[in-house]
Structures are given as structure tokens and as C-alpha cells.
């Protein structure tokens, strides 16, 4: 995912920020000064710094320096590495799903099951960031949700409907064409960002399959022969020979993506509601002009979300300050910190896993266009948390299908065989 990473855009910047000006004294700078790691999107930069400043004030003595990592591969490799050198900082926030799992957690974190903190948060959390049974991390921000943003003018404009089949959704596609606009905002500058047809489609592939995901973990279904699951590759390549991507958009930037979308100089962008902060941040006087829908299927009948549950915050193993790093991860379940996301965030992109979490009163358009599946239980999680299983090469694979190098189906197998690495690895019974 961040990779799906879920909540910013990745600048790799190979620095570190302090956030916050209290300084412990020496003698007890072994207890109370640490480090936290974060991916460096902006929203998550912005977050950490209010974070920090909260807890250093309400933690006299404490201080806590914000290291920053690149997003996507890049970021996963930075990660990995960091825990198998013993190099990790104090605390590191990181994906939960699939690709914690790809991190050896009973080796390389410390277990938080019997923390008097874990009573803080929403059990639906604990399979994500579990290993033999044992609890290794708490959410970080809210749940986020993969479908289409659009641009709600452009649809005002030309008097059109919220899609909740494919065809309708590329019957609008025709018309916004025929209107001068693009239909279909895409930012390969950033591979990431190409992963949303296939991931986003995973609610469609349950509710057809509701046994893929063991089937897929088992080794007993694939991408290329399940036609409902190869369809978010063929989506793309439909897209594509139908010339509706913006001309730009080998080159376009996830942030340049966001500007089009707002400032309505294209209609959709198949991504997650993580970009919804990012908007509020570079366009917060055309926010409103960006609703939600889920990703049209085969069926209307069949429409709902894919969700994907929060990061997830660790300890590393390998930790000299655990104390500390364990009362900084405590306080990030308090209603407290909840206050100080949402006071920068806004209830960014779903709900909290945390049990005192409070809602926000006013919240962005297409976040209520987002609670609409939630009220009606049309959700499903993404696929990465309920298999272990995601090949690391699905964001340049997809790329190439966007740009014409290969087929759906040829790119379906590809990523077939990209996994099976990762379930050797993993040990995984069937591969």
C-alpha cells in the first residue's frame, strides 16, 4: 500500500525534525528523551509536530525528536533495514496488514498485549498488528477509504449522476471527455498512486468471493484466472485505450493530482480518503468541491468500500528507552491526542480505532459522503489485512498497464508471481 501509505505524499527527505522545546535534564535523558519515526507526507508532519507538543507539555521533563522516512518502496526498504541493524528508532509508525507482518514482528518488536494502554483501543485493531497471538502496535489517525474522488462542480455542470456501476462511470467518462475536461486524474510521477483500481476493488472482489482472501493466502485463487479480481487491472486498461487519463500523467505528482481534482481541472481521482487533509492543505478554499463514491463494480446492488485500517505505531526490540517509548505510545490512545489529530486533521479520512475518540462536528464533504457506506455497513477491509500476502512490485506493474506497456492480463500473472516470494518468505502453507 503506502505501498499504500497511507495518509500523504512521499518526498524522501533524509532528515530529522525536533518538534517541541522542552529539554530533559541530563541525568534523565536515558528515561525520557526518545525518537519516532514517520513517513515524511505532510499531513503526517504536521500531526506529529502537534502530537509532540501536546505530550511534551503535558510530560514535563520529556522530549521526543521526529525522524522523517520516505514513503512507498523506498520507505519500506529504510524500515526493514533500520530493525535488522538494530538501528530503529525508539518508536516507529509503519503499516499494519500485509506489510507488518513482512516485518518479523516476534522477533523485532516488543509485545504490547498485557499494556494497561491496549484497553484503549477498538479490538477490531488487534488482527492487524498481531503475531502468534500477540499484540505488537495501536492505531495511528483514522481509517481510510479507497474509492473515486470527483469533482462535485464539474458533475453540477454537466448534470450528472454518482456512478454505482462501471459502465455508468464510464458513460460519464464519455460525456466529461466530449466537455473538454479530463476524466480521469492519474499521478505515475509517484507509482504508489496507481494501486487504487485494483486495491479500491477489493469490496467487490469479497462480496463476489467471500472466500478469496484465504483461498489467495492458500494459494488456491490468482489475479489473472479470477475475472472478477483481474477486473481492476482491466479497468485501467480501459481507461487507458480510451484516452481518458490526463495527458500529464506519466509525470504528474500525487500533490499536482490533488490541485487538478479541486481546482476541477479533471473530474475523478481513484484514490483513498488519506488525500483528503493533503487537499484541505494545498486547496482549502475548493475542499468542498470534492465529494466521494466508492468504486463502481459489475452490480449497483453490490456497493460499498474498501477500508483500510489505521498504521500502526511499534516498539522496536531492539529499544534502550522502552519505558519511555511505552508511555509516548500509551498517550497517542488517549482521547487527548485524539483531540490534537482531529484539531489538525479533522477527522481525516474514517473512523478512529480509539475508544474515546470524539467526532468532529463539522466534517468535510466527501468524509460524510464517506460515512454513508459506514452507516449502512458497506464496507470491507482491504486485502492486506485479511491476507499477509502483497507483492512489492504491484505499484510499477500497474504503471505499466496505465501507460500501454502491458496488458491487464499479462500484468494480473506478473503480480501473481510477484507474491510468491514474500509467501516463501513468510512461510506460508501452499506455496
Known amino acids: 500500500m503506502k505501498t499504500m501509505m497511507k495518509r500523504g505524499i512521499a518526498l524522501a527527505l533524509p532528515l530529522a525534525l525536533v518538534f517541541g522545546a522542552t529539554v530533559a535534564a541530563p541525568s534523565q535523558a536515558a528515561d525520557t528523551e526518545i525518537t519516532w519515526l514517520i513517513d515524511n507526507g505532510q499531513s503526517n508532519q504536521d500531526v506529529a509536530k502537534a502530537l509532540v507538543t501536546a505530550y511534551e507539555k503535558a510530560n514535563p521533563g520529556n522530549k521526543v525528536t521526529v525522524v522523517l522516512r520516505p514513503g512507498g518502496t523506498d520507505g519500506d526498504n529504510l524500515v526493514k533495514t533500520k530493525l535488522a541493524t538494530g538501528s530503529m528508532e525508539d518508536v516507529f509508525t509503519y503499516n499494519s496488514g500485509s506489510l507488518f507482518q513482512a516485518l518479523a514482528p516476534t522477533k523485532n518488536l516488543l509485545d504490547m498485549t498485557s499494556q494497561p494502554f491496549m484497553k484503549n483501543v477498538l479490538s477490531g485493531f488487534y488482527p492487524v498488528v498481531s503475531a502468534n497471538k500477540k499484540i505488537y502496535g495501536v492505531p495511528f489517525g483514522t481509517a481510510s477509504v479507497g474509492g473515486i474522488l470527483y469533482n462535485k462542480k464539474i458533475y453540477a455542470k454537466l448534470k450528472l449522476k454518482i456512478p454505482t456501476t462501471w459502465d455508468e462511470f464510464m ?12 476524466p480521469v486524474i492519474q499521478s505515475y510521477k509517484e507509482t504508489w498512486t ?87 492543505a494545498q486547496q482549502p478554499a475548493n475542499l468542498e468541491d470534492v465529494g466521494f463514491f466508492a468504486q463502481p463494480g459489475p452490480k449497483a446492488s453490490v456497493n460499498g468500500v474498501t477500508v483500510w485500517v489505521p498504521s500502526g505505531t511499534y516498539i522496536p526490540a531492539a529499544t534502550k528507552n522502552a519505558a519511555a517509548a511505552a508511555k509516548f505510545v500509551g498517550w497517542l490512545t488517549s482521547a487527548k491526542a485524539v483531540d490534537v489529530m482531529n484539531s489538525v486533521e479533522g477527522f481525516a479520512g474514517g473512523p478512529y480505532y480509539i475508544k474515546a475518540a470524539s467526532i468532529p462536528n463539522a466534517l468535510p464533504g466527501a468524509i460524510q459522503d464517506v460515512m454513508k457506506y459506514f452507516a449502512k455497513n458497506a464496507t470491507a477491509p482491504a486485502l492486506e489485512f485479511v491476507s499477509p500476502i502483497k507483492g512489492p512490485n504491484l505499484e510499477k506493474i500497474l504503471v505499466e498497464v496505465g501507460l500501454g506497456i502491458t496488458t491487464a492480463k499479462k500484468a494480473a500473472a506478473a503480480y501473481d508471481a510477484d507474491v510468491v516470494k514474500q509467501a516463501k518468505q513468510l512461510g506460508i502453507k501452499g506455496w
Open 171 to 182: 458513460a460519464n467518462n464519455k460525456k466529461i471527455k466530449a466537455a473538454g475536461i479530463d
Open 194 to 280: 496507481s494501486q487504487l483500481f485494483v486495491l479500491a476493488d477489493y469490496y467487490n472482489v469479497q462480496a463476489a468471493h467471500p472466500n478469496f482472501a484465504a483461498d489467495y493466502t492458500a494459494n488456491k485463487e490468482k489475479y489473472a484466472k479470477n475475472k472478477t479480481a483481474l477486473r481492476g487491472f482491466e479497468y485501467i486498461e480501459e481507461i487507458k485505450k480510451l484516452n481518458y487519463f490526463n495527458r500529464d500523467y506519466a509525470s504528474t505528482t500525487y500533490a499536482q493530482a490533488l490541485d487538478k481534482l479541486a481546482l476541477g481541472q479533471g473530474a475523478h481521482y481513484p484514490m483513498a480518503t488519506w488525500a483528503i487533509p493533503q487537499i484541505a
